[in-house]
């Protein structure tokens, strides 16, 4: 069983910049890709950005392409998501998940096997 726990939501101004973390626990030595999804009100969950064990490889949906950056210190057992040039739009609660099996599908929801409990990001226009 792995826990995870989102933390560095907050309301900022449109434009502005955020870097929110998740932190890994309960199988050490675990190695599996992880990535960030969010759900606007309203809307669907979403998939934004993914990564693989290694770092070596990064993925992101066009909607946050060249603003959001991913990475992660497996040292730490730590994602992070660093988001910047925020739109309203991006308004969202932000869930990350680490998936069970190396699936190459890293924007399916169903390649994930935990999540986390979400953090709320807000932009202000």
């Known amino acids: 069983q792995v826990q995870l726990v989102e933390s560095g939501g907050g309301l900022v101004q449109a434009g502005g910049s955020l870097r929110l973390s998740c932190e890994a626990s309960?199988?050490?030595?675990?190695?599996?890709?992880m990535g960030w999804f969010r759900q606007a009100p309203g809307k669907l969950r979403e998939f934004v950005a993914a990564i693989s064990w290694s770092g070596d490889s990064t993925y992101y949906a066009d909607s946050v392409k060249g603003r959001f950056t991913i990475s992660r210190d497996n040292a730490k057992n730590t994602m992070y998501l660093q988001m910047t040039s925020l739109k309203p739009e991006d308004t969202a609660v932000y869930y990350c998940?680490?998936?069970?099996?190396?699936?190459?599908?890293?924007?399916?929801?169903?390649?994930?096997?935990?999540w986390g409990q979400g953090t709320q990001v807000t932009v202000s226009s």
């Open positions: 309960g199988r050490p030595g675990s190695r599996f890709p």
């Open positions: 998940a680490a998936q069970l099996f190396n699936s190459a599908r890293v924007d399916y929801e169903t390649s994930y096997a935990y």
